[in-house]
T-cell receptor, first 112, second 113 residues
């Protein structure tokens, strides 16, 4: 049962343009959402998070949007840079739980 | 301040052997989490430990897998009698409080031959 889904295995974007990564979830008990970035042979690195009481959180070039009614969140990166090329994981957690449920990941490639 | 240290980075075991994966959390962190990533999949939670205590092991297979986080020394994830399906990347994370601000290690890639 895949509670967090990233339906696009890969995404290719031109440098300087906007990258939009999408994530859907099925568990209505999730109340905290995170995005992680992962380079090959390294562990995931935390990027940005959002609580279910918000619908948007911004940090520099990264913005996360949450649509609770649609059980959907997205990560916007603008402008995209070559160093953004990595695998991006969406993750979610229920209130009070320490474990994160991860999506399958989306491989983002930024083309010069 | 070193990050989360995992060793070995790569581990090859024959079927039936034991695999022992070590994780040293960041200095001052007393919460440790283990996740497993199978090829082409996301990370799957295995276990959450605080010093000397297992808090949540709901993601651990019922047999062959065990974890500990002793008062002194690193956290250990032990897999007995490994099978090919145990081949995966195992990631450890740590935090200073029980929150989601984990810092992940670089992982141990286990290959069972």
């Amino acid at each position: 049962d895949q509670q967090v889904k990233q339906n696009s295995p890969s995404l290719s974007v031109q440098e300087g343009r906007i990258s939009i990564l999408n994530c859907d979830y099925t568990n209505s008990m999730f109340d905290y959402f995170l995005w992680y970035k992962k380079y090959p042979a390294e562990g995931p690195t935390f990027l940005i998070s959002i609580s279910s009481i918000k619908d948007k959180n911004e940090d520099g070039r990264f913005t996360v949007f949450l649509n609770k009614s649609a059980k959907h969140l997205s990560l916007h990166i603008v402008p995209s840079q070559p160093g953004d090329s990595a695998v991006y994981f969406c993750a979610a957690s229920e209130e009070g739980a320490q474990k994160l449920v991860f999506g399958q990941g989306t491989r983002l490639t930024i083309n010069p | 301040n070193a990050g989360v240290m995992q060793n070995p980075r790569h581990l090859v075991r024959r079927r039936g052997q034991e695999a022992r994966l070590r994780c040293s959390p960041m200095k001052g962190h007393s919460h440790v989490y283990w996740y497993r990533q199978l090829p082409e999949e996301g990370l799957k939670f295995m276990v959450y430990l605080q010093k000397e205590n297992i808090i949540d092991e709901s993601g651990m297979p019922k047999e062959r897998f065990s974890a500990e986080f002793p008062k002194e020394g690193p956290s250990i994830l032990r897999i007995q009698q490994v099978v090919r399906g145990d081949s995966a990347a195992y990631f450890c994370a740590s935090s200073s409080l029980a929150n989601y601000g984990y810092t992940f290690g670089s992982g141990t890639r286990l290959t069972v031959v």
